[in-house]
Each structure stands twice: as C-alpha cells, then as structure tokens.
C-alpha cells in the first residue's frame, strides 16, 4: 500500500509542476502580446507625433488654435487644419487658387490630440506642444485591459511669438 501512495503522490507532484509551467508559459505569452500592442501603439504615436510637426513647422500665421484643433496658413498659402476625428487624425488642406482642398485621415487609435502654444520669455520664437495618445481596447484578445502609448513633441515655430495673456 505504502508503494501505491509512493506512485500517486509522485504523479500529482508532477502533475503540479507541469500545470504550474503551462501557466508560466501562458504568462510570458500574454505579455509578449501586450509587449507587441503597446509597442506597435507608441510607434503610431511618435508617427502621428511626427506627421503634424512636418506640417506644423512650416507655419507662418494661426487662424485657430484650440487645445484639439489646429488651423493656420503655411509657407506655401495653404489653409490647413489639424484636428481629431474619432480614433483618426484628419488634416484638411484648402488651397489659395480655389482648387479643391485635400483631406487626408489616418487612422492610429487616438484617444487624445493637443495642441498648447508654449511662450519663451525675451524670444521672438514660440514652442508649440503637441500632445499625442494612442490606445487600444484589448477586449478580443487574451488581456483584460486597455493598452495605451503617448508621445510629446515641442516644435519650434520660427518668428512667431504668442502674446502672453495676464
């Protein structure tokens, strides 16, 4: 009898330590996944981050400035806005010759898109903060979370000063 219980416990004892392995295994797979998401998440960021200041940095005078939105007139005459359009950012160009205007969307899960002028005392320059967040609900997949990346970018807009307020 004594040789029976020998047998049966060293059977549950290994059975233990192979359930106790496959659940470190579907650990380490449910963070790569996450690991994967949120990577995949902050490069959509830093390009979304990326796409604005390419069209930001030629600006030469605002026609709106929100803390959401964004609409000047740049280098080349054009009107262009900068806005959020659900999970899209949405840049709409408006031509001076009267041709039709451009709208281009991109999709990169946006939560959050903000824009903050940032003042530089005794400068005839400005900063312009532009606040990115990205996300992704991970409801479909194996996690029980939202999965969320940012980027923050200040770009330097020359011969531009914004007028403090007191």
Known sequence: MSVLLDIALAIV??????????????GMVESNIENRMTQ??????NVTVDL?????????SFDALTDSTIKFINTDD???????SGNSIRILREFSDGSDP???RESVYLES??????????????????RVATGMDTEDT????????????D???RNLYFVQED
Do not use: Y
């Open 13 to 26: 004892i290994a059975g233990i330590i192979i359930v106790m392995l496959l659940n470190i295994q579907l």
């Open 40 to 45: 995949s998440l902050q490069g959509l960021a």
């Open 52 to 60: 604005i200041q390419e069209d930001v940095k030629r600006l030469v």
């Open 78 to 84: 054009e009107i262009v806005t900068i806005e959020r």
């Open 102 to 104: 451009i709208e281009r």
């Open 113 to 130: 898109l903000q824009f903050e002028p940032v003042n530089l005392p005794n400068a005839a320059n400005a900063l312009l903060r532009i």
């Open 142 to 153: 194996q996690l029980d979370n939202i999965v969320r990346a940012f980027a923050q970018r």
């Open 155 to 157: 770009v330097l807009l």
